[in-house]
Each structure stands twice: as structure tokens, then as C-alpha cells.
């Protein structure tokens, strides 16, 4: 077979999804010396950060006083390409919850993505699915891809998972998992950007709070949140950026789906009239943009060849020859509107193992993101992008290094090479 030109390689390793973990996976594996196509459905990279308008990266830091970096490498160059880009990239602590995130603004992130892709001569397919998989056995082959042209056969030596939703892994055959144990999904939210504030307006959580409370007698959809959200200003603008509006998601289905994204909107232009009505400084005030999507926390896990757990989060456990750090506090959304925190443990991260992003029952097949294999607790803080672009790098990495090599790559390979790149393992 292998002296059948057609079964060469088109790549060394092929990417499903181009947000931060995609991201992460393609410099990853770029960096470790692969050709790599990267495959994304929207037509611009970003994952959440710009299909869902969740302006803001979790993971980068330590829950602390003080920031505390847990995610530099593939994520670090990202940063430095926004900072050339006029974002100061800085952390900043979020009133709400005390947590350290990293405020972005979409377009700058959009340009900022293809850029640095563009830098290290990875080719970037838009508007693009992976539409179905070959395999055989423990090993994928190719992959159909489904873009603005038609259909094509993408032949590779290894393969990331960073889709978010499994949506390679399922193809592939891997057992997937949908929501928590019991089959319970995390809530999603729509982040709302709201424009036209008078210059100088200033936001008190009180009167936000209370005007919530005005929106919520009006209407059967109500506002479950009771702090007033997590809100700011969109860096380089004078917009408000608020995250209120959580829906609880019964299924995967795309009628499930569609009944949040219309709800969600009825809420977003209900909440932003009730801020005309009822706050000074927002009297001409209009919804910017919400979307293109709805943010979504959780769908399918498939499985891995092990599954972090609760106690490795808030004990802050750690292995020998670990691959990402996890740092962000355990966040779970099971009650729209009524998330609960549990902080990490140890010295403020735990450890992510390569067999956390190893496919079960696959030998080329690595996950990043929101894929990797963690139970519906430890997913709570895995699954968010400053440390998806770590585990994301590690996924790339542990590919291009199997695909250049007869026998998969081990943790102290990957570890290694890491390392070597400036990681925080």
C-alpha cells in the first residue's frame, strides 16, 4: 500500500477546529517540525472567543491575589501576536469572581490568528468539515473534507480532535459520552455586546442588578443570575460586554438548539431595553452583536485512555512527565444562571497526563480542549481556552511527533519538547 502514490500523505498531521485548542494543536505540531492543515466551519479562527462572543481567555492564570502564569508556549505566542496588534493582553481580575482573565477584543483576535497560522506555514481550510473518516483498525487514514468546493480526500499520518463537540472522534467510531454521567449538560449562554453608551457611563452592579430584576417581571424568560453577571468594557471600545444570559440545553439536538439561540435573543433585546429604561447612561443604548452562536460549555466526550477526576483537580495532582497545566477553578454551570466553584488544589494547577489526550482504541488520534478526557467535575476546568491552547499544543505536538515516527509518542517525548518551547509543565 505504501508504494501506492495516492496512500501518500497529504499532511503529517490534520487539525479538526480552529479555536484556541485547534490553534494550539496546529502551532504545536508545526512547531515540532509537521505539515499541518488546520480544519475550521466558520469562516475565521477563534473558537468561542469569536463565533460565541466570550470575549475573555480563562486558564492563562492561577486562581491568586496576584496573577500567577499556568499556560505560556503555543498560548504566549498567541498573546505576543495581540499584543503587535494594539491588545495589551494583560490579565485582569474580574470583579465578580476574583479570577484572572485575559479581555480580547474578536476582530483583533480574528487577524491576529491567521496571522501567527500564516507565520508558521500552517495551511488554514475555512468554511470546511470534516464530512466523514477512513480507518482501519486502530489507525485513521484520511479524512472526507466538506468545504465551499466540494468534497475532498485528505490522507494524513495523524489526526487532533479539537472540535469541541467530538465531532472527528464520533466519526471515527470512538465510544462518546454526552453531557456528565447522568447525561446532564452544562448550561449555555449569549454573551451580549451592547453599544451607544453615553461617554463616562458608569456601571454599578447594584443598579445592573436591580434592573435585571425589572427585565424578569416582565417576562416568562427569566434571568436566573442574581449577581448582575460578569460584565466589562470591550478592550478599545466603549461597548459593555455582559455574560447574564445562561439557557439550560435539555439534548444535542439541533431543535434543542435552535429553541435556546431564539429565547436568547428575546432575552438579550429585553434586557437591553430594560438598561434604556431604567439606567442612566444607557438610554440610547443598542444590542451590537450577539453570537454568531450561542456559547456552548459542553456536548460529547469521547473517550480517552484516562479520564481526569475531581480529586486530581482540587488536590492539585501532579505525574512525572505531565503535558499541560490545569489552573482555572472548577466551574460548573449545571443550573442555568447558578454556577458553582471549586478551587484547585496543590500549588494552584494540577497536571494534565498525555493519556488524558490519547484516543482509546486509536492509535493517531489526539484530543484538545474541550475532547480531553475528564469527568463532569474536572471538566469544569479543563475545558476553557487558556487551557485548551496548552492542552491543544500538547495534542499537535504528541501528533507530528508519532506522525515523524513508527510507534506513538511518550509523555516524556512530549514532555520534553515542550519544555524545549518555553511550556509551563
Known sequence: MSSDESWQPDYDVVVAGGGAA???????????????????????LGGAATNAQVLAYCGFF?????????????????????????????????PTTGNWIILLDPEVLKLSLDRICA???????????????????????SVMLAGMDGRRRVI???FVDASGDANLALLAGVECQTGDDNGHLQAVTMPLRIGGLAPGTRIDRQVIIATTEKYNETTDLKINRSDGGIYTRVPGSDDFWWLTVDLPIEDLSSSSFTRAEQQ?????????KAL???????EDAYLAQTGPQIGIRESRHPKARYRMTFDDVVSG????????????????HGEAGKPIYHSVGGAGYCHVPLDAITADGLDNLWYAGRTIGADGRAYGSI???????????????????????????????????????????
Open 22 to 44: 485547534g490553534v494550539g494543536a496546529a502551532i504545536g505540531a508545526a512547531l515540532t517540525g509537521a505539515k499541518v492543515c488546520l480544519v475550521e466551519k466558520y469562516g475565521f
Open 62 to 94: 492561577q486562581q491568586a491575589p496576584e496573577p500567577i502564569q499556568a499556560v505560556a508556549g503555543a498560548g504566549e505566542l498567541v498573546l505576543e501576536e495581540l499584543r503587535r496588534h494594539g491588545l495589551d493582553a494583560k490579565p485582569y481580575r474580574s
Open 119 to 141: 507565520e508558521h506555514g500552517i495551511d488554514v481550510l475555512l468554511h470546511t468539515r470534516v464530512a466523514s473518516v477512513s480507518r482501519t483498525g486502530r489507525h485513521l487514514e
Open 156 to 158: 494524513a499520518n495523524a
Open 264 to 272: 436568547g435573543r428575546v432575552m438579550a433585546h429585553g434586557l437591553v
Open 276 to 282: 434604556r429604561d431604567h439606567v442612566t447612561g444607557f
Open 317 to 332: 495532582r501532579t505525574c512525572d512527565f505531565p503535558i499541560a497545566r490545569a489552573a482555572w477553578p472548577i466551574e460548573l
Open 383 to 425: 475545558r476553557v481556552m487558556g487551557t485548551a491552547f496548552a492542552t491543544g499544543e500538547a495534542a499537535g505536538t504528541a501528533a507530528a511527533l508519532s506522525a515523524s515516527s513508527a510507534k506513538p509518542a511518550t509523555a516524556q517525548a512530549v514532555n520534553k519538547a515542550l519544555a524545549e518551547r518555553g511550556a509551563l509543565l
